[in-house]
């Protein structure tokens, strides 16, 4: 069972240049999600997806872009990649379709993106 | 905005002791709380769920109480072994719709044998 499968593992960009992140999940799992982990502060929240078809901004969603392709797989792309969006980049998946995890089911995670941008 | 805080970031405990991991939030009006696993280079994986009408919740030898009132959660972890060397994060969810998944910074353990 794959679970979260994110590509690729490594990834180092120049400034201005452009990528997609891919995130794929086999749980037949409604909600996706896309987070950065930066060191010393929490995970924070890019951009979600309730449903397939459906995508809403999150806490920092500027310089970001997403697709919702089908039920399987959410992708995050990077425009003009800049400095400040090295980070650690997670996709998670959730049963249900709120806009966070309400019910008994936790959410489950990808091993992640290390991106970093020259 | 919900604020969420584990200290100490780090912690260091000789094998057997018992671990004692705290998270604070500045809103009490949640839904739920998560304490999660991460181990280097990997993703997080979900340890233990508290919904917001529960006091506790317990996985073997891992016990995660939740007092709203004062805005605490406490992660115990019995007889602390080497495996448990992690990083641990908790999350906490809000109530309305807009409310996010707000994360901890997390507090990362080290179990020396």
């Known amino acids: 069972n794959a679970g979260v499968t994110q590509t690729p593992k490594f990834q180092v960009l120049k400034t201005g240049q452009s990528m997609t992140l891919q995130c794929a999940q086999d749980?037949?799992?409604?909600?996706m999600y896309w987070y950065r982990q930066d060191p010393g502060m929490g995970l924070r929240l890019i951009y979600y997806?309730?449903?397939?078809?459906?995508?809403d901004k999150g806490e920092v969603p500027n310089g970001y872009n997403v697709s919702r392709l089908n039920k399987r797989e959410f992708s995050l792309r990077l425009e003009s990649a800049a400095p400040s969006q090295t980070s650690v980049y997670f996709c998670?998946?959730?049963?249900?379709?709120?806009?966070?995890?309400?019910?008994?089911?936790?959410?489950?995670f990808g091993n992640g993106t290390r991106l970093t941008v020259t | 905005k919900q604020e969420v805080t584990q200290i100490p970031a780090a912690l260091s405990v000789p094998e057997g002791e018992n671990l004692v991991l705290n998270c604070s939030f500045t809103?009490?009006?949640?839904?739920?709380l998560q304490w999660f696993r991460q181990d280097p280079g990997k993703g997080l994986t979900s340890l233990l769920l508290?919904?917001?009408?529960?006091r506790e919740q317990t996985s073997g030898r891992l016990n995660a109480s939740l007092d709203k009132s004062s805005g605490r959660s406490t992660l115990y972890i019995a007889a602390s072994q080497p495996g448990d060397s992690a990083t641990y994060l908790c999350?906490?969810?809000?109530?309305?719709?807009?409310?996010?998944?707000?994360f901890g910074a997390g507090t990362t353990v080290t179990v020396r044998a």
């Open positions: 997806s309730a449903s397939e078809g459906t995508t």
């Open positions: 999350a906490v969810g809000g109530r309305e719709r807009d409310y996010k998944l707000s």
């Open positions: 998670a998946s959730y049963p249900g379709t709120t806009f966070f995890p309400r019910g008994n089911s936790p959410l489950h």
């Open positions: 508290i919904q917001s009408s529960q």
């Open positions: 749980m037949n799992h409604n909600s």
């Open positions: 809103d009490s009006a949640i839904y739920n």
